[in-house]
């Protein structure tokens, strides 16, 4: 069983549209982020949700709304996409082991998303 | 916020040689955390070393938290090492933040 499945692992779409891209973990933890990595291979984190409450929200255009129904998911929506947004979305996962700073984090695979 | 360097930034071998590559941190860090992209693109956990050293097989990592560097070795390279090696900590300052570096390329030729 994978630890943290994202949905879908590619995604071509037109500039405008707006799309969704899935997260679960089935680690039982308790604390999950969105990635973004670029073309040059940087990676750099969006958001992250800690039992479905929002504890990091960087420097992202609103275009982009995270949401956790639950906490073993996380979905990242995307209004009006753009060209720029076209990148690798990882999602990850960690368990709070009451030292935060000690968690260890879990990624999938990655959405290779496209913007045409 | 903390600065994290790796190098190098590429790294080219014969199958069967040996490499360390480098992490260089700005700041006092309560977490390290060491990846392995492969060329499919999936990040791998090898390490979570906030300080000491560790083994893995072919692999070992060691963390000078002190000095503010963490140091990967790789032994017996194979090509299957290929992929982009990453360094990622979070400062002591921010609980969750995980900061990448920029990433060493690894490329082991056959």
């Known amino acids: 069983d994978t630890a943290v499945s994202q949905t879908p692992k590619y995604l071509v779409t037109q500039m405008g549209n707006d799309k969704s891209i899935k997260c679960e973990q089935n680690?039982?933890?308790?604390?999950m982020y969105w990635y973004k990595q670029d073309s040059k291979k940087f990676l750099k984190i969006m958001f992250s949700?800690?039992?479905?409450?929002?504890?990091i929200n960087e420097t992202v255009p609103n275009r982009f709304s995270p949401k956790s129904p639950d906490k073993a998911h996380l979905n990242l929506h995307i209004n009006s996409l753009e060209l720029g947004d076209s990148a690798v979305y990882f999602c990850?996962?960690?368990?709070?082991?009451?030292?935060?700073?000690?968690?260890?984090?879990?990624f999938g695979a990655g959405t290779r998303l496209s913007v045409l | 916020g903390i600065q994290v360097e790796q190098s190098p930034p590429d790294l080219i071998l014969q199958e069967g040689a040996n490499s360390t590559l480098r992490c260089n941190f700005s700041d006092s860090v309560n977490n390290l955390q060491w990846f392995h992209q492969n060329p499919w693109g999936q990040l791998i956990n090898l390490f979570y070393i906030p300080s000491g050293t560790k083994q893995n097989g072919r692999l070992s990592a060691t963390t000078v938290a002190t000095e503010r560097y963490s140091l990967l070795y790789i032994s017996s390279s194979q090509t299957t090492d290929s992929g982009v090696y990453f360094c990622a900590v979070i400062g002591e300052d921010s609980s969750y933040k995980l900061i990448f570096g920029s990433g060493t390329r690894l490329l082991v030729r056959p």
């Open positions: 949700y800690n039992n479905k409450e929002l504890i």
């Open positions: 990850a996962s960690s368990q709070d082991r009451g030292q935060a700073a000690k968690n260890i984090q879990y």
């Open positions: 680690l039982g933890h308790d604390t």
